[in-house]
T-cell receptor, first 108, second 114 residues
Framework: QKEVEQDPGPLSVPEGAIVSLNCTYS??????FMWYRQYSRKGPELLMY????GNKEDGRFTAQVDKSSKYISLFIRDSQPSDSATYLC????????FGTGTSLTVIP | DAGVIQSPRHEVTEMGQEVTLRCKPI?????LFWYRQTMMRGLELLIY????????DSGMPEDRFSAKMPNASFSTLKIQPSEPRDSAVYFC???FGSGEDEQYFGPGTRLTVT
């Protein structure tokens, strides 16, 4: 079993929709969770960083961690065409583990 | 800050040739990571350094791959000899601390081996 599993998509939504991106992880000892956004032909950039359980909100983005089910989510409200990218979840134990990424397209 | 700098941005080479990828981490960061990204396997950690010392190289696929970090501001990833299956985007990332902190990625080197 991989440390982090992520549905690769692709996911296509109309502009203004609420987007939900999800990952599961294997090790209950993981404490730090991240979402990276990667535009085409660019390096990943950190989008959200959370510690332990709960929600963290930043503008239109909300990161949610449910440690009981080992499930992490990223919600994007009022999605924009500029949100079109690949989103990678990540967590750390003694090293970083990345999901394979979900490709998102927001259609104007 | 200029961010993580990688060179070259694109590399096309023939099978059997030596390839050297270069990385300059963000000044003050203590950890440096080399990743490989492909459509099939996603982002794979190859090796990471802390304070210029290799800590975990278990992701290095085989002996054809080697990485060095001679000082805090420079690292190389070398493939010798290169093979077509090495074609991928190679990212360098750096972070402040022991490797569990947020990582900042460079723009990547797109390697094509024909």
């Amino acid at each position: 079993q991989k440390e982090v599993e992520q549905d690769p998509g692709p996911l296509s939504v109309p502009e203004g929709a609420i987007v939900s991106l999800n990952c599961t992880y294997s090790n209950s000892a993981f404490q730090y969770f991240m979402w990276y956004r990667q535009y085409s032909r660019k390096g990943p950039e950190l989008l959200m960083y959370t510690y332990s359980s709960g929600n963290k909100e930043d503008g239109r983005f909300t990161a949610q961690v449910d440690k009981s089910s080992k499930y992490i989510s990223l919600f994007i409200r009022d999605s924009q065409p500029s949100d079109s990218a690949t989103y990678l979840c990540a967590t750390t134990g003694n090293q970083f583990y990345f999901g394979t990424g979900t490709s998102l397209t927001v259609i104007p | 800050d200029a961010g993580v700098i990688q060179s070259p941005r694109h590399e096309v080479t023939e099978m059997g040739q030596e390839v050297t990828l270069r990385c300059k981490p963000i000044s003050g960061h203590n950890s440096l990571f080399w990743y490989r990204q492909t459509m099939m396997r996603g982002l794979e950690l190859l090796i990471y350094f802390n304070n210029n010392v290799p800590i975990d190289d278990s992701g290095m696929p085989e002996d054809r791959f080697s990485a060095k970090m001679p000082n805090a501001s420079f690292s190389t990833l070398k493939i010798q000899p290169s093979e077509p299956r090495d074609s991928a985007v190679y990212f360098c990332a750096s972070s402040f601390g022991s490797g569990e902190d947020e990582q900042y990625f460079g723009p990547g080197t797109r390697l094509t081996v024909t």
